[in-house]
C-alpha cells in the first residue's frame, strides 16, 4: 500500500460508467480512500463543494462542459489540489489551456493502470511536498511574529548589525540609547560611529570577534556619558551571534 494513500480523498470526474468504475477500483486497490466518482460537471461540482479533494482525474470530454471547465472551476475557488485530464482526442489547444490553468498531468486515452497510479502517485507526492512548505512557511512567520513582537517589547536595547557593522534592525529602547549616546546616531543605521568612542574602544573587536567566531562574548561594562555630555551612564554590552 502507498503510504500517500490513507486518509487521501479522490474525485474521478468521467461520462463513461466502466471508465469511472475502473479508475475507482484500481485506486481503492491501492488503498486511497474515499475516492468519489461523478458522472457529470454539474455532480462533480456538487462534490468539490461538499468535501475537499486532494487529486482530482477528469476527463475532457463531460456532455455539455468539459473537464477544463472543471479545473477552471477548481482554480477559481481557490483549490491547491492536482488536476489531471484525461482525453481521448488530445490536442494542442487543450493541452496548452490545461498546462496554463495548472493542471498536473494530461493522459491520453487508452489509459492503463500503471500509468493511472504512477501519475496519481507523482501528483499526491508534489500536493504534500507543496503543502508540507506552505505549513513550514507559515510556522516561520508565526514565529517570526512572536520574536518581533518579544523583539520590540523588552527593555533592553537590542541592536543587529551585519560584517560591515551596518544595523539591520532596532527596537525602540536601543533607538532612544543610541539617540541619547549621540543624537542622531541610530538614523546612521552604522554604529562605527559609536565604537569611534573612548569608552566603546573594545567594542569593534569583539564585535568583529563574535562574527568571526560565532562565539558569544562575555557581558563587560562601558562607562560613559549621554550626549550632552553631562550625563554619566553605566551601561552591561553583551554581545551573541545571530545562527538563522
Same mark, same amino acid.
Given at each position: 500500500?502507498?503510504?500517500?494513500?490513507?486518509?487521501?480523498?479522490?474525485?474521478?470526474?468521467?461520462?463513461?460508467?466502466?471508465?469511472?468504475?475502473?479508475?475507482?477500483?484500481? @485506486?481503492?486497490? *491501492?488503498g !486511497?480512500? %474515499?475516492?468519489?466518482?461523478?458522472? /457529470? !460537471?454539474?455532480?462533480?461540482?456538487?462534490?468539490?463543494?461538499?468535501?475537499?479533494?486532494?487529486?482530482?482525474?477528469?476527463?475532457?470530454?463531460?456532455? &455539455?462542459h468539459?473537464?477544463?471547465?472543471?479545473? $477552471?472551476?477548481?482554480?477559481?475557488?481557490?483549490?491547491?489540489? %492536482?488536476?489531471?485530464?484525461? /482525453?481521448?482526442?488530445?490536442?494542442?489547444?487543450?493541452?496548452?489551456?490545461?498546462?496554463?490553468?495548472?493542471?498536473?498531468?494530461?493522459? %491520453? #486515452? +487508452?489509459?492503463? =493502470?500503471?500509468?493511472?497510479?504512477?501519475?496519481?502517485?507523482?501528483?499526491?507526492?508534489?500536493?504534500?511536498?507543496?503543502? &508540507?512548505?506552505?505549513?513550514?512557511?507559515?510556522?516561520?512567520?508565526?514565529?517570526?511574529?512572536?520574536?518581533?513582537?518579544?523583539? #520590540?517589547?523588552?527593555?533592553?536595547?537590542?541592536? /543587529?548589525?551585519?560584517?560591515?557593522?551596518?544595523?539591520?534592525?532596532?527596537? +525602540?529602547?536601543?533607538?532612544? @540609547?543610541?539617540?541619547?549616546?549621540?543624537? &542622531?546616531?541610530?538614523?546612521?543605521?552604522?554604529?562605527?560611529?559609536?565604537?569611534? =568612542?573612548e569608552?566603546?574602544?573594545?567594542? =569593534? =573587536?569583539?564585535?568583529? *570577534?563574535?562574527? #568571526?567566531? &560565532? *562565539?558569544?562574548?562575555?557581558?563587560?561594562?562601558?562607562?560613559?556619558?549621554?550626549?550632552?555630555? *553631562?550625563? $554619566? $551612564?553605566?551601561?552591561?554590552?553583551?554581545?551573541? %551571534?545571530? #545562527?538563522?
Open positions: 500500500m502507498n503510504d500517500l494513500a490513507q486518509e487521501t480523498a479522490i474525485l474521478v470526474v468521467d461520462d463513461e460508467e466502466s471508465l469511472r468504475n475502473t479508475f475507482q477500483f484500481f @485506486l481503492q486497490n *491501492q !486511497y480512500a %474515499p475516492v468519489i466518482t461523478a458522472a /457529470t !460537471y454539474e455532480e462533480a461540482l456538487r462534490e468539490i463543494n461538499d468535501q475537499p479533494f486532494d487529486l482530482i482525474i477528469s476527463d475532457i470530454v463531460l456532455g &455539455g468539459t473537464g477544463i471547465d472543471i479545473l $477552471k472551476r477548481v482554480r477559481e475557488l481557490g483549490l491547491g489540489c %492536482p488536476v489531471v485530464m484525461i /482525453t481521448g482526442y488530445p490536442t494542442v489547444e487543450t493541452a496548452a489551456e490545461a498546462v496554463r490553468l495548472g493542471a498536473f498531468d494530461y493522459i %491520453p #486515452k +487508452p489509459v492503463d =493502470k500503471e500509468t493511472l497510479l504512477k501519475t496519481a502517485r507523482l501528483a499526491l507526492r508534489q500536493y504534500r511536498l507543496e503543502q &508540507g512548505q506552505r505549513q513550514a512557511e507559515r510556522e516561520r512567520e508565526r514565529a517570526r511574529a512572536f520574536l518581533e513582537t518579544v523583539f #520590540k517589547s523588552v527593555t533592553d536595547g537590542i541592536v /543587529t548589525v551585519d560584517t560591515n557593522l551596518d544595523i539591520r534592525e532596532m527596537n +525602540p529602547a536601543a533607538r532612544l @540609547l543610541l539617540n541619547e549616546l549621540q543624537p &542622531g546616531l541610530a538614523d546612521q543605521r552604522t554604529i562605527i560611529p559609536l565604537c569611534g =568612542k569608552a566603546f574602544g573594545p567594542l =569593534k =573587536k569583539n564585535l568583529l *570577534q563574535v562574527l #568571526k567566531t &560565532g *562565539q558569544e562574548s562575555s557581558p563587560h561594562l562601558c562607562e560613559c556619558r549621554g550626549g550632552d555630555g *553631562q550625563q $554619566k $551612564k553605566v551601561l552591561s554590552v553583551a554581545i551573541a %551571534p545571530l #545562527k538563522d
